[in-house]
């Protein structure tokens, strides 16, 4: 198994630009999250989905969209990008909510210049 | 919403010394608290995690434990290594109407260092 993965490693964006992050597990885990870690700080929720078709809101959702078409895939779309999103984005996954580990992606390190 | 403050920011250790860092949260319907390691420019991992109703487990050097009156837990790690330099994360899982949808809550981190 490959686990948690995401493309791009690295991306550097030019301030109004779009793009998205993806987000593939194959562990067939029903939950998948969406975190940014900023430096210095820790991670926080952007958004998150408890199954296919089902998104939420986490924390820090303003200028980001998700959707969850399959079990296995959870992109996040920027729109816009503003300088404040710069950070490392990672994604991960558990097989249910509560109790269950998280496990994560190697990350996305956004620059928006 | 839940809030997690973690301390201290930075440690430094002696290889085989212990080393101890302490998280609170404010939600008291919190009821899991994982603990995470991230070597540099890594992804984090679990190491250990605790339930609100335990008030301590261990894993080798590692252990967690809780006092849920106070609201706070904490992370020791005996005869440190070399290998333990990292940040480290704790973090709350709220449950609210018995369904947390495993959303996280984490603290700021704490670099640990050990010096050989």
């Known amino acids: 198994n490959a686990g948690v993965t995401q493309t791009p490693k690295f991306r550097i964006l030019k301030i109004g630009q779009s793009m998205t992050l993806q987000c593939t597990q194959d562990?067939?885990?029903?939950?998948m999250y969406w975190y940014r870690q900023d430096p210095g700080m820790g991670l926080k929720l952007i958004y998150y989905?408890?199954?296919?078709?089902?998104?939420d809101k986490g924390e820090v959702p303003n200028g980001y969209n998700v959707s969850r078409s399959t079990t296995e895939d959870f992109p996040l779309r920027l729109e816009l990008a503003a300088p404040s999103q710069t950070s490392v984005y990672f994604c991960?996954?558990?097989?249910?909510?509560?109790?269950?580990?998280?496990?994560f992606g190697p990350g996305t390190r956004l620059t928006v210049l | 919403g839940e809030n997690v403050e973690q301390h201290p920011s930075t440690l430094s250790v002696q290889e085989g010394d212990s080393a101890v860092i302490k998280c609170t949260y404010s939600?008291?319907?919190?009821?899991?608290f994982p603990w995470y390691k991230q070597e540099l420019g890594k992804r984090p991992q679990l190491i250990i995690d605790?339930?609100?109703?335990?008030g301590e487990k261990k894993d080798q050097r590692i252990a967690v434990t809780l006092n849920k009156t106070a609201k706070h837990f904490s992370l020791h790690i005996t005869e440190t290594q070399p290998e333990d330099s990292a940040v480290y994360f704790c973090?709350?899982?709220?449950?609210?109407?018995?369904?947390?949808?495993?959303?996280?809550?984490f603290g700021q981190g704490t670099i640990l260092t050990v010096h050989p």
């Open positions: 973090a709350a899982m709220p449950n609210s109407g018995g369904t947390s949808y495993g959303k996280l809550t």
């Open positions: 991960a996954s558990s097989y249910w909510g509560s109790y269950n580990e998280q496990f």
């Open positions: 605790i339930r609100s109703n335990v």
């Open positions: 939600d008291s319907a919190s009821n899991y």
């Open positions: 989905s408890v199954g296919a078709g089902i998104t």
């Open positions: 562990m067939n885990h029903n939950y």
